[in-house]
């Protein structure tokens, strides 16, 4: 893989940027927005992993920021593939544990409960959003439909996480109507 020495080219100055595998897109291209989308849930990972949380879901959480880069990268290059379907399964193990340490959930929650909870809860908005610019790419192009089933499955992991980390965290808050 070359690296990058000099971090700016002006190549994009005037509104497009390359892909990987050389094409040149337009910088608002619906590509692009995922491609930004699911760099901006890493990054929301990222500050999750900088609160204080335990050990396993620290781990869970890593692996997660690989498997987005990996996604990130799949995006990047028109036709590859990078998310398998052990992707999908390693998600749906963890949150199988994960869960099994909760109650069931008998009142929705309000996002919060801690900052661990909290930064979770905004990891997993951005995720919903990530995956509805998915879902919007695949009308123009075909995308791996693993890819998707693994943003649907993260946010529900990091749902769950969220009710674990507020539970640990002082308790979930629980929605009151009206």
Request: one cysteine or more; aromatic letters at 6%; hydrophobic letters at 40%.
């Amino acid at each position: 893989m070359a690296r990058l020495s000099k971090i700016y080219t002006r190549t994009g100055d005037k509104g497009t940027t390359g892909l990987a595998d050389g094409s040149r897109v337009e910088k608002d291209d619906q590509r692009m927005q995922a491609i930004g989308e699911v760099d901006e849930l890493n990054s929301f990972v990222g500050v999750l992993l900088a609160q204080d949380i335990p050990d396993k879901a620290r781990d869970t959480l890593t692996g997660v920021q690989h498997a987005l880069f990996d996604l990130g990268g799949e995006l990047a290059i028109p036709g590859s593939t990078a998310i398998t379907p052990k992707y999908v399964a390693t998600l749906e193990q963890a949150l199988d544990d994960f869960n099994q340490e909760l109650p069931p959930l008998k009142e929705f929650i309000l996002p919060g409960g801690g900052p661990g909870a909290a930064a979770c809860h905004v990891a997993r908005s951005v995720c919903r959003r990530a995956e509805r610019c998915l879902v919007t790419l695949t009308r123009d192009v075909e995308v791996n439909q693993e890819s998707r089933r693994y943003i649907n499955r993260l946010s529900d992991l990091l749902f769950v996480l969220a009710r674990v980390l507020a539970r640990r965290e002082g308790g979930e808050v629980y929605w009151k109507r009206g």
